[in-house]
Nanobody
Framework: QVQLVESGGGLVQAGGSLRLSCVAS????????MGWFRQAPGKEREFVAA???????YYSDSVKGRFTISRDNAKNTVYLQMNSLKPEDTAVYYC?????????????????WGQGTQVTVSS
């Protein structure tokens, strides 16, 4: 069992930056694919970014070039650095973990989820 706890959300003006963190419990963090997803009101949960245990990264087209995912296996933590934020980035952001590298952009393939952290970008 893996427990994930996100932090770092908040209110920021358009063009600003935030860094989200997700701390995982358990001793096998380094073997998990870690993903970030987001869900805006009335919309489906959508993929944002993912990172494998060897550091390969994946991004949605909407955040590519603005967001950076990274991980620190010694701290059991995955980060999402978000720059040049836009009002359309407003959503609850979720951290997720899975053991397989297949379909990292698909939410249903993830085994564990955090409770989410709210990100609000004002115009």
């Amino acid at each position: 069992q893996v427990q994930l706890v996100e932090s770092g959300g908040g209110l920021v003006q358009a063009g600003g930056s935030l860094r989200l963190s997700c701390v995982a419990s358990g001793r096998t963090f380094s073997t998990y694919v870690m993903g970030w997803f987001r869900q805006a009101p009335g919309k489906e949960r959508e993929f944002v970014a993912a990172i494998t245990w060897i550091g390969s990264t994946y991004y949605s087209d909407s955040v590519k070039g603005r967001f950076t995912i990274s991980r620190d296996n010694a701290k059991n933590t995955v980060y999402l650095q978000m720059n040049s934020l836009k009002p359309e980035d407003t959503a609850v952001y979720y951290c997720a973990a899975k053991t397989s590298t297949a379909q990292v952009m698909v939410p249903r393939g993830y085994d564990f989820w955090g409770q989410g952290t709210q990100v609000t970008v004002s115009s």
